[in-house]
């Protein structure tokens, strides 16, 4: 058995328990151990229910027993009805008896501060030491629809409808918000397999949770709330496993602004990353990221249909041309295309429509549709099904009143079932007048019928974008991912040393092959002159100094430098304006380089994320990261298509390729330095915490770091000698 089966097997008797016990189970109808009780009554939970409370006799009909011990089968998930008090004992307990699964409601933990941290702690060191997996502390609970495990107090999980699909499974960071998400998803008619709250994660975690449902077969299309994750490397290791077997991951990532990444942060004690780094995350592993709880309940509908759109030229078919309109507008901003129809299928569909109808893109059919001739809404289907260059159809409205016996949906379904064409019913959101009578018998065949209000045309983006990244990796080429060669020893360039100057940054990229300028340090004019000569004219000067690595701020670099004269000259300058900008700063001397011609100036960056470790940027170099922060992010180790990836994302891309009568740059030689650099990082990720490669110079033939800084992570080494304190 493999550690993921073991893993899976273990959190079994959190989601499939025969028997379960109530901690705290109560007779008084306002308190938490009554209504657990209560809640798995009403869930019609298949297994045996065992309320422990030595006060009582019977609970809703239930024998109640004074303790654990009194009860003599087997149990497997105990739900902690019990005060934060309590719980370590409620916990022993567990442990005497055998049970290896525990759901905890209680607040009063890491929450509250140092000492909830501390008791929390010891609870978990309990639980791990006897091998028990527990839910919370300070959760909702747990729900499983399929077996009625209805684990949770909260009335928003227990009265809610349900419907006979249920394949998506639901982990959240938030209690509270994921109750809404839940009652949400089933009024617009979907219904969860899983609902999990993991409070604070104290022994299962949010990825815990998700391993279980990439290995669970019940289980389609996995949804959550996140606002930080523990264990980024596992989730990106699931998301894998997850796309590989068409498993989408829909995740809502909070903290998109500064003010909800702080909100996340002290919300579950979660540490929420930069933003913009989780969307590289997102983008890297093929985890959909929902904007918001409308995206999962919309992309959840949109996958149950078993179809996946081909492409994304886009077809709408309206009654009125203003809603097409805005239909069509909003396809266009989320990155689907309205396509022009060709001459030969308008001529096909204006054969059977009225002259006053538009046979364009949208296909606006006018009122007629609408109100006298329903008939309508298939004559444009018939011929844009067999169109080769259309891959979706929408209607932005249908006709309410036809029913499953009617001749014309039997039809409409008929075509629908007999192409690859996907197609989305999505009306205007209005009080009784937005579902289609025959909607249980569209959606039962692959229809789906999604109002407005859940913003299914945001939903299908991505839902054809997750589509484009599931077909990519059937043939994805993980070149790269590791390292292009070798592991090269780094320490004696970084160690006891906090920033390197860019002389000994540049030892660095040269151990990993990167190309750098030729150079040469020299202490006196003297010697400037003499490397000069030896390197040949024109050539640049620049401060060598780990605690200057901004030059140009401290007026101390000089480019184009062409005689002994202007050499002598500038070393004295440098040397003079950067003992004013920093009479402190450790000299090395002056770097003189070779001058490098003209070329496109990118950046290549590092920066070692708190949670993701070592994370590279690419982007354009020069003033042009200053000003435009035309740039992209991936978290290493890098496969060679996360490094094209990069290259293509930044809006740049096209000077890269050559514009305005420019050649295009040697996009292979960034591609061998991201991998270059991802190989660094990878095997160095404990000394490296910052990296810049800038301006890193592209020619069309061949690549060249200029200038490079690199600020070294604190060790233990160093910490103990006061470096860097």
């Known amino acids: 058995m493999t550690v993921q089966q073991e893993n899976y097997v273990a959190l079994e008797p959190l989601f499939n328990p025969k028997s379960v016990a109530i901690l705290g189970a109560s007779e008084n109808k306002n308190k938490l151990g009554y209504l657990q009780v209560k809640a798995l009554l009403d869930g019609g939970f298949a297994g045996d229910i065992y309320p422990i409370n030595p006060r009582s006799e019977k609970i809703e009909g239930l024998l109640c027993y004074p303790s654990l011990a009194e009860v003599k089968t087997t149990i497997d998930l105990a739900i902690f009805c019990l005060s934060a008090d309590r719980v370590k004992q409620g916990l022993l307990e567990c442990a005497e008896n055998g049970i290896k699964a525990a759901v905890v409601f209680a607040s009063g933990f890491s929450e509250t501060g140092e000492e909830g941290l501390k008791e929390q702690q010891l609870i978990s060191d309990l639980a791990k030491e006897h091998g028990i997996r527990i839910i919370g502390p300070n959760c909702v609970g747990l729900v499983n629809t399929t077996n009625g495990l209805v684990a949770t107090f909260s009335p928003g999980l227990t009265n809610v409808p349900l419907n006979d699909k249920r394949e998506v499974g639901f982990v959240t960071q938030s209690?509270?918000?994921?109750?809404?998400?839940?009652?949400?998803?089933?009024?617009?008619?979907?219904?969860?397999?899983?609902?999990?709250?993991?409070?604070?994660?104290?022994?299962?975690?949010?990825?815990?949770?998700?391993?279980?449902?990439?290995?669970?077969?019940?289980?389609?299309?996995?949804?959550?709330?996140?606002?930080?994750?523990?264990?980024?490397?596992?989730?990106?290791?699931?998301?894998?496993?997850?796309?590989?077997?068409?498993?989408?991951?829909?995740?809502?990532?909070?903290?998109?602004?500064?003010?909800?990444?702080?909100?996340?942060?002290?919300?579950?004690?979660?540490?929420?990353?930069?933003?913009?780094?989780?969307?590289?995350?997102?983008?890297?592993?093929?985890?959909?990221?929902?904007?918001?709880?409308?995206?999962?309940?919309?992309?959840?509908?949109?996958?149950?249909?078993?179809?996946?759109?081909?492409?994304?030229?886009?077809?709408?078919?309206?009654?009125?041309?203003?809603?097409?309109?805005?239909?069509?507008?909003?396809?266009?901003?989320?990155?689907?295309?309205?396509?022009?129809?060709?001459?030969t299928v308008k001529k096909a569909i204006e054969k059977n429509i009225p002259s006053f109808a538009s046979a364009s893109n949208p296909v606006d059919l006018t009122a007629a549709a609408a109100v006298t001739n329903p008939e309508l809404f298939l004559e444009p289907l018939r011929v844009l099904v067999d169109d080769p260059d259309t891959d979706i159809i929408i209607f932005s409205e249908f006709p309410m009143h036809w029913t499953y016996d009617e001749p014309?949906?039997?039809?409409?379904?008929?075509?629908?079932?007999?192409?690859?064409?996907?197609?989305?019913?999505?009306?205007?959101?209005?009080?009784?007048?937005?579902?289609?009578?025959?909607?249980?018998?569209?959606?039962?065949?692959?229809?789906?019928?999604?109002?407005?209000?859940?913003?299914?045309?945001?939903?299908?983006?991505?839902?054809?974008?997750?589509?484009?990244?599931?077909?990519?990796?059937?043939?994805?080429?993980?070149?790269?991912?590791?390292?292009?060669?070798?592991?090269?020893?780094?320490?004696?360039?970084?160690?006891?040393?906090?920033?390197?100057?860019?002389?000994?940054?540049?030892?660095?990229?040269a151990l990993y092959d990167i190309p750098t300028t030729q150079r040469m340090v020299a202490t006196t004019a003297q010697e400037a002159v003499q490397h000069a000569n030896s390197m040949g004219y024109p050539v640049a000067l620049k401060i060598d100094s780990p605690d200057i690595p901004h030059k140009t701020e401290a007026n101390a670099i000089k480019l184009n430098v062409k005689n002994d004269q202007e050499v002598m000259d500038a070393f004295d300058e440098i040397d003079r304006n950067a003992r004013a900008y920093d009479a402190n700063a450790v000299i090395n001397g002056v770097s003189i380089q070779e001058m490098l011609p003209a070329g496109v100036e990118v950046i290549v960056g590092v920066t070692n994320d708190p949670g993701f470790g070592p994370v590279i940027m690419f982007g354009l170099g020069g003033i042009f990261v200053e000003v435009f922060r035309d740039i992209s992010f991936r978290v290493a180790p890098l496969t060679r298509d996360d490094a094209l990836e990069m290259i293509e994302e930044i809006k740049g891309y096209a000077i890269l390729k050559g514009a305005r009568g420019k050649a295009a740059v040697d996009i292979e030689a960034i591609v061998d330095v991201l991998l270059k650099v991802s190989a660094l990082v990878t095997d160095h990720g404990d000394h490296i915490d910052e990296l810049d490669i800038n301006p890193l110079i592209v020619y069309e033939d061949g690549i060249k770091a200029a200038d490079a800084m690199l600020v070294v992570r604190e060790t233990e080494v160093q910490a103990s000698v006061g470096v860097g304190g």
């Open 175 to 343: 209690g509270a918000f994921g109750v809404l998400t839940y009652i949400a998803a089933a009024q617009k008619g979907l219904s969860f397999n899983y609902f999990v709250s993991v409070g604070n994660e104290m022994e299962t975690e949010f990825s815990d949770v998700v391993e279980y449902m990439v290995h669970d077969p019940k289980t389609k299309v996995i949804s959550g709330y996140l606002e930080g994750a523990k264990n980024p490397q596992k989730l990106r290791q699931l998301a894998k496993e997850a796309l590989a077997k068409n498993k989408p991951m829909v995740i809502m990532k909070t903290g998109r602004s500064a003010a909800g990444s702080r909100a996340a942060a002290s919300h579950t004690g979660s540490l929420a990353g930069s933003d913009q780094i989780y969307d590289a995350f997102f983008k890297q592993t093929g985890i959909v990221r929902a904007n918001d709880f409308e995206d999962i309940i919309a992309f959840s509908k949109l996958f149950q249909t078993g179809k996946i759109p081909k492409g994304r030229n886009t077809v709408i078919v309206t009654s009125s041309g203003g809603r097409g309109i805005n239909e069509a507008d909003r396809c266009e901003s989320y990155g689907l295309n309205i396509h022009p129809l060709s001459f």
């Open 408 to 509: 014309l949906i039997k039809e409409f379904i008929d075509i629908c079932k007999n192409t690859d064409k996907f197609i989305l019913i999505t009306t205007f959101q209005l009080e009784g007048m937005s579902i289609p009578k025959s909607t249980p018998e569209l959606v039962a065949n692959g229809i789906p019928v999604i109002t407005g209000d859940l913003n299914p045309i945001r939903a299908l983006a991505k839902f054809v974008e997750y589509g484009e990244r599931y077909e990519q990796q059937k043939q994805k080429n993980d070149v790269g991912i590791q390292p292009q060669q070798a592991k090269k020893d780094i320490t004696p360039l970084v160690q006891y040393k906090t920033t390197l100057s860019e002389a000994e940054a540049s030892e660095v990229l």
